[in-house]
Nanobody
Framework: VQLQASGGGLVQPGGSLTLSCVAS????????VAWFRQIPGMERNFVAA????????RYTDSVKGRFTISRDNARNTVYLQMTNLRPEDAAVYYC???????????????????WGLGTLVTVSS
């Protein structure tokens, strides 16, 4: 599976962005997909995930109510809608997936076998 993340950019605090993660090589149907983010020199942190059946969605506490993860199986794409962005949301955002991801390990980056290259989100006035 190859993943391509896009949609990052520069936005002012309070602004919005929608990230896209497009898969090629196989369908994302039946796979959990997550977004992680990383600041250079820091560890990669979980942001949001949608499980393989789309029945389970998880967010890290700091983005609840502001970010929404969704999937479009017809387009083989997972989205991360980000609203009311804060300076602390600035990071490189990565999408990830893998056959071993289940509901209980959605937030564990080690569970994900396939990663996109990341897209940079900058939040600054």
């Amino acid at each position: 599976v190859q993943l391509q993340a896009s949609g990052g950019g520069l936005v002012q605090p309070g602004g919005s962005l929608t990230l896209s993660c497009v898969a090629s090589g196989r369908t994302l149907r039946g796979l959990a997909v997550a977004w992680f983010r990383q600041i250079p020199g820091m560890e990669r942190n979980f942001v949001a995930a949608i499980d393989r059946n789309s029945a389970g969605i998880r967010y890290t506490d700091s983005v609840k109510g502001r970010f929404t993860i969704s999937r479009d199986n017809a387009r083989n794409t997972v989205y991360l809608q980000m609203t009311n962005l804060r300076p602390e949301d600035a990071a490189v955002y990565y999408c990830a997936t893998g056959p071993s991801v289940i509901t209980s390990n959605l937030q564990n980056p080690s569970a994900y076998a396939y990663w996109g290259l990341g897209t940079l989100v900058t939040v600054s006035s």
